[in-house]
C-alpha cells in the first residue's frame, strides 16, 4: 500500500481511542476513517493525531489511519480513571489547538470521555454523528428513531460506521512526545471487575459470542463450552428454528447484528443473514466440516474437523490452562 505523509502538518485532528483490551475495533477504525475524511478536506494538509491510554498491544495502527501517536502508558490507566484522562487530554488540546476532536459514541468509555471532555471545554458536542456532509454533520437522535443535522462541531462523538475505515494507504504512526500532566484530583475509584452471567449481557453488546449452528451435534457440550469460556451464546437462524436454541439467540440480519471482539461460529456455514449480522465483529473463528463454506472464507482462524472432537480439546486446553495459573498464583501466595 502507498505511504502517506504529512511532513509538516497545517493542523490537527485528534482521535481518542477506546482500544478495548489495548488494540482497535471496528469502532475506533472507523472514527480515524472519519478523522482522515476530515484531515484531507478542502486543501487538506492536517494530521491526525490518535490518542491511547494504557497498554497498547496493536502494531496496525498505520493502517488504520493514524499519522502520529501519543501513547500515554502509567499503572493508573489500567484501570478506570476519566478523570485523569480527561485532564490529560486538556493539556493535549491546548498544545496541538487541533480543528476537530473524535472520540467513539461507546460504551467502551469513549461516549462517557467525550462527554466529560466536553464539559470542561465548554463545548457543545455533536453526539451520536453518523455522516460528514461539508460544512455538517448528521446525528441520531429520539433513541436512534430520526436524524439531525447540525453545524460540524469541534467535538465530535461518532457512532460505528460513521465512515469506512482506511484500508488502500499506509501511514507514519509517529510517535510524539507527551509531559505527563498533573495527578487529577478524582472522586471516582476503580474497585475492579465484577463477574457476571454472560448471556445476561445483551448480545448486541457482548464481546465475545459462541454462536452454534447446524452443524452442532451436542447442544449440552456447546453451553458446557460457552459457559468455561465464559462466552455469550449465540446461533443461527437454522439452529434457532429447529428448536436447539431460543430466539433472542439468533444472530444475523433477520435476528441480532453483533460487534464482537471475538465471535467463534461452529456448524455455522455462512448464509448471508448471517454474515450480515457479523459484519462488524473484529476476529472470526470458523469451525466446520466444510473447508469451502463461507464462514471459513470469512474467518480470520479456521479449525476443520468435527465440532465435538473440537470443542472437547478447546475445554481441556482452558481448564489446564485455568488450574495452570490458580497453581502459580497459590505458589505465589506461600
Same mark, same amino acid.
Given at each position: 500500500?502507498?505511504?502517506?505523509?504529512?511532513?509538516?502538518?497545517?493542523?490537527?485532528?485528534?482521535?481518542?481511542?477506546? !482500544?478495548?483490551s489495548?488494540?482497535? +475495533? #471496528?469502532?475506533?477504525?472507523?472514527?480515524?476513517? *472519519? $478523522?482522515?475524511? &476530515?484531515?484531507? /478536506?478542502?486543501?487538506?494538509?492536517?494530521?491526525?493525531?490518535?490518542?491511547?491510554?494504557?497498554?497498547?498491544?496493536?502494531?496496525?495502527?498505520?493502517?488504520?489511519?493514524?499519522?502520529?501517536?501519543?501513547?500515554?502508558?502509567?499503572?493508573?490507566?489500567?484501570?478506570?480513571?476519566?478523570?485523569?484522562?480527561?485532564?490529560?487530554?486538556?493539556?493535549?488540546?491546548?498544545?496541538?489547538?487541533?480543528?476537530?476532536? !473524535?472520540?467513539?459514541?461507546s460504551i +467502551? #468509555?469513549?461516549?462517557?470521555?467525550?462527554?466529560? *471532555? $466536553?464539559?470542561? &471545554?465548554?463545548? /457543545?458536542?455533536?453526539?451520536?454523528?453518523?455522516?460528514?456532509?461539508?460544512?455538517?454533520?448528521?446525528?441520531?437522535?429520539?433513541?436512534?428513531?430520526?436524524?439531525?443535522?447540525?453545524?460540524?462541531?469541534?467535538?465530535?462523538?461518532?457512532?460505528?460506521?460513521?465512515?469506512?475505515?482506511?484500508?488502500?494507504?499506509?501511514?507514519?504512526?509517529?510517535?510524539?512526545s507527551?509531559?505527563?500532566?498533573?495527578?487529577?484530583?478524582?472522586?471516582?475509584?476503580?474497585?475492579g471487575?465484577i463477574?457476571?452471567?454472560?448471556?445476561?449481557?445483551?448480545?448486541?453488546?457482548?464481546?465475545?459470542?459462541?454462536?452454534?449452528?447446524?452443524?452442532?451435534?451436542?447442544?449440552?457440550?456447546?453451553?458446557?463450552?460457552?459457559?468455561v469460556?465464559?462466552?455469550?451464546?449465540?446461533?443461527?437462524?437454522?439452529?434457532?428454528?429447529?428448536?436447539?436454541m431460543?430466539?433472542?439467540r439468533?444472530?444475523?440480519?433477520?435476528?441480532?447484528?453483533?460487534?464482537?471482539?471475538?465471535?467463534?461460529?461452529?456448524?455455522?456455514?455462512?448464509?448471508?443473514q448471517?454474515?450480515?449480522?457479523?459484519?462488524?465483529?473484529?476476529?472470526?473463528?470458523?469451525?466446520?466440516?466444510?473447508?469451502?463454506?463461507?464462514?471459513?472464507?470469512?474467518?480470520?482462524?479456521?479449525a476443520i474437523?468435527?465440532?465435538?472432537?473440537?470443542?472437547a480439546?478447546?475445554?481441556?486446553?482452558?481448564?489446564?490452562?485455568?488450574?495452570?495459573k490458580?497453581?502459580n498464583n497459590?505458589?505465589?501466595?506461600?
Amino acid at each position: 500500500m502507498p505511504l502517506h505523509q504529512v511532513v509538516e502538518p497545517a493542523f490537527y485532528i485528534v482521535v481518542v481511542l477506546d !482500544l478495548v483490551s489495548g488494540r482497535l +475495533n #471496528g469502532h475506533d477504525k472507523d472514527t480515524l476513517g *472519519l $478523522a482522515q475524511q &476530515l484531515a484531507n /478536506r478542502n486543501n487538506g494538509g492536517g494530521a491526525v493525531v490518535a490518542i491511547a491510554f494504557g497498554e497498547l498491544k496493536d502494531d496496525s495502527l498505520n493502517k488504520a489511519g493514524v499519522d502520529r501517536l501519543i501513547h500515554i502508558n502509567d499503572e493508573q490507566y489500567a484501570h478506570y480513571n476519566p478523570e485523569q484522562r480527561c485532564n490529560d487530554l486538556q493539556g493535549i488540546i491546548g498544545e496541538l489547538e487541533p480543528q476537530h476532536i !473524535l472520540l467513539p459514541d461507546s460504551i +467502551n #468509555g469513549g461516549g462517557d470521555l467525550g462527554r466529560r *471532555l $466536553a464539559a470542561a &471545554l465548554q463545548q /457543545r458536542p455533536a453526539c451520536g454523528v453518523w455522516k460528514l456532509n461539508d460544512d455538517t454533520v448528521i446525528c441520531r437522535g429520539s433513541a436512534g428513531k430520526r436524524d439531525i443535522t447540525r453545524p460540524l462541531s469541534k467535538l465530535l462523538l461518532v457512532m460505528e460506521e460513521c465512515s469506512e475505515p482506511i484500508s488502500e494507504t499506509r501511514h507514519e504512526n509517529i510517535l510524539m512526545s507527551q509531559a505527563s500532566s498533573p495527578l487529577a484530583n478524582g472522586k471516582l475509584f476503580d474497585q475492579g471487575n465484577i463477574s457476571v452471567d454472560p448471556n445476561a449481557i445483551p448480545l448486541a453488546e457482548a464481546g465475545f459470542i459462541l454462536s452454534g449452528g447446524n452443524g452442532i451435534n451436542d447442544w449440552e457440550q456447546f453451553h458446557h463450552t460457552a459457559s468455561v469460556l465464559g462466552a455469550t451464546e449465540g446461533a443461527s437462524r437454522v439452529a434457532v428454528d429447529d428448536g436447539n436454541m431460543p430466539r433472542e439467540r439468533q444472530v444475523g440480519a433477520t435476528g441480532t447484528w453483533v460487534t464482537a471482539q471475538v465471535y467463534i461460529a461452529v456448524g455455522i456455514s455462512g448464509a448471508i443473514q448471517h454474515m450480515q449480522g457479523i459484519g462488524q465483529c473484529d476476529k472470526v473463528v470458523a469451525i466446520n466440516t466444510d473447508e469451502g463454506c463461507d464462514m471459513v472464507k470469512r474467518a480470520d482462524i479456521s479449525a476443520i474437523g468435527d465440532s465435538t472432537e473440537i470443542l472437547a480439546r478447546l475445554v481441556e486446553l482452558v481448564e489446564q490452562r485455568k488450574q495452570a495459573k490458580q497453581t502459580n498464583n497459590e505458589g505465589d501466595d506461600k
